[in-house]
């Protein structure tokens, strides 16, 4: 028999697994991924629900973008996004900066460039309350 003590895992009351609470970062990429999926599938309904009410872009306000994301959606069969590069800060528990390259593909139309979102958090859900695009030159 051996000396060595070994320490006994808790078991969660009822047998269920313990949840630990949601890493902040991680819960923001989970958003974003989502929310590319939204713009992919060409649901304009699910993706502006990704947005707070008080969002702006480029001078235009909520009901503006998704005017504008309609008119794409109708425009454009496929629409294909990649990310690459995310960065996410934290800046508070309620607020996130976030950033990445992104290649956008949409039947014969590509761009490459620098997106940069300022999140907030109402509640448990992240929205997007600003968003900026700057192009990259291939």
Same mark, same amino acid.
């Given at each position: 028999e +051996? *000396?060595? +003590?070994?320490e006994e895992t808790p078991e969660a009351e009822g047998g269920k697994a313990i949840v630990l609470p949601e890493d902040p970062e991680e819960g923001v990429r989970g958003f974003i991924y989502s929310w590319i999926d939204a713009w992919e599938a060409q649901d304009t309904k699910r993706y502006i629900s990704f947005y707070a009410d $008080?969002?702006?872009? *480029? $001078?235009?306000?909520l009901d503006a973008w998704k005017r504008y994301k309609d008119r794409l959606n109708k425009k454009y069969n496929s629409i294909n996004i990649e990310i690459s590069d995310l960065k996410v800060i934290m800046v508070s528990d309620d607020q996130a900066e976030v950033s990445f390259i992104q290649d956008y593909r949409a039947d014969g139309y590509t761009d490459r460039g620098e997106k940069s979102l300022f999140l907030i958090k109402g509640g448990e859900e992240w929205k997007i309350k600003k968003e900026k695009w700057t192009a990259i030159s291939r």
């Open positions: +051996s *000396d060595v +003590s070994h $008080g969002f702006v872009s *480029d $001078g235009m306000n």
